[in-house]
């Protein structure tokens, strides 16, 4: 349904390109968010997102480092992520937004930013 990928480890102010792929059915109809659930946290926040209008939104955290994008032929939804900090440190995940299946979260990837 939705897999995120393109995680890595990278140094403080370094840059790293995420990819969700989706189904054809659910990237057409649905939003599309990036939620990011911090080491020891238990929640997931959401980072980012991209509406199927094709508007976006972001998190204030991350507002002016993080681009989300969308490539259509391939039903992917991407998060450049730049001028990373240590506390960026999460694994990522995608879904839709609002959440309205709990089954798409998937193993998410794992981004560490080392200082």
């Known amino acids: 349904q939705l897999r995120a990928s393109g995680g890595g480890l990278v140094q403080v102010g370094g840059s790293l390109r995420l990819s969700c792929a989706a189904s054809g059915m659910i990237f057409s109809i649905a939003n599309i968010g990036w939620y990011r659930q911090a080491p020891g946290k238990q929640q997931r926040e959401f980072a980012a997102?991209?509406?199927?209008?094709?508007?976006?939104t972001y998190a204030d955290s991350v507002k002016g480092r993080f681009t989300v994008s969308r490539d259509s032929a391939k039903n992917t939804v991407y998060l450049q992520m730049s001028s990373l900090k240590p506390e960026d440190t999460a694994v990522y995940y995608c879904?839709?937004?609002?959440?309205?299946?709990?089954?798409?979260w998937g193993q998410g990837t794992l981004v560490t930013v080392s200082s």
């Open positions: 997102g991209f509406t199927s209008g094709g508007s976006t």
């Open positions: 879904n839709t937004f609002p959440v309205v299946r709990g089954d798409y």
